[in-house]
Every structure is written in C-alpha cells, then in structure tokens.
C-alpha cells in the first residue's frame, strides 16, 4: 500500500470533516455532519493487511482527536482517545466482516460506514463515560435521546456520502497499491 496515497486522502477527510463539511450540515434535521473520516477508514480496511489497517486507525484517529473541534477540554487541551479507539474498533469490525461481504461494492462501503460511525460514536461515549467516572475529572454533561438521534442521523448521512467517496476510492483502487490476497481462501469480492 501506497503511504503516500494514505497521506494524501487522510488529509481531504480531515480537511472535509473539520471545515468543508459544514457547508452539508442539515441544520433543520438537528445540524447534522457527514464524516469522510469513516469513509475512509472502511475503505482502507477493507483492501489492507490486518495490521497495516489497525495502525493507520489507530494513527488518523489521534489526528482526528487532535483537530480543532474535537476531543477539546474546557482548558483548550485534548484528550486523545476516544476517535483513536473508536476508528480501531470500526476497523475492527470491518476486518470480522470483510471476508463475507462483497468488496468492491459502493453500497458496502455505504452500509459498512453506516456501521463505523455507530460504532466510533458508541466507543467515544464509552471512553468519555469512563473518564467521567474518575473522581479527578469533571462528570460528563449532555447526552440522552438527542444525541443519539444525532449520532443515528450522522451516520446515515454519512452513508449517503460514502456512495459518491466510496465510488471515487473504488475508482483509484490501483492507485492505492493494496496487496492482492493469496491461497485458495482468498478470493477478491
């Protein structure tokens, strides 16, 4: 896999989802986003090796909790954690799935970026929880039905967009440089 292809689509996402994309907020439905970033992170779990798929989640949620907007404390510090957690997870769940799903296919990209932001969101929530919970730290405010209803909206919205990027990513698969699997097992949907 190609490093800099990474860079380089890591850098539009992040650049979509912390100003671009504001301009595709849907104010009357409860301002919700859509998010590139899972969009990506499906992608490229999909077609990459195990561990390369876990580091580069691993790696793109830390820069996801460092960008302005997330992962902020009242102090201006950031916690970085909960995207990095919950990119690994979704790529997680994308490398249980891939095996059985048809790859190379926008409506996977779609449904399984549908899933990623549930998941990412559902692991935030848990680490923010968590971190709530220790005496030193402030208890967490907010959440409740809206937010959920928020998180359900984001994620289906971001499904629509996964249609359009997840053509364009399928488009520059060789691009990308992916290795193609090996065995008799292996077998390329």
Known sequence: MRAIVVVVAAILALAFDSSFGSI????????????????????????????????????????????????????????????????????????????????????????LAVAAVIATGATEALVLIIRGAM??????????????????GTSIYTGILAVPLGGCFLATIGVWRFHSPTGRRATWR
């Open 24 to 111: 595709f907020t849907l104010r009357s439905i409860g301002s919700i986003t859509p998010e590139a970033m899972p969009c990506l992170i499906v992608f490229i779990a999909l077609f990459a090796p195990e561990k390369m798929a876990l580091l580069i989640a691993l790696l793109l949620g830390a820069i996801v909790d460092l960008s302005p907007g997330n992962g902020e404390l009242v102090g201006g510090a950031h916690v970085i954690g909960p995207h990095a957690l919950g990119l690994v997870v979704t790529t997680l769940l994308v490398l249980k799935v891939r095996n059985v799903v048809f790859r190379r296919r926008v409506f996977t990209i779609a449904l």
């Open 135 to 152: 005496p030193w730290n402030p208890p967490v405010s907010g959440g409740g039905i809206a937010d959920f209803g928020k998180l359900l």
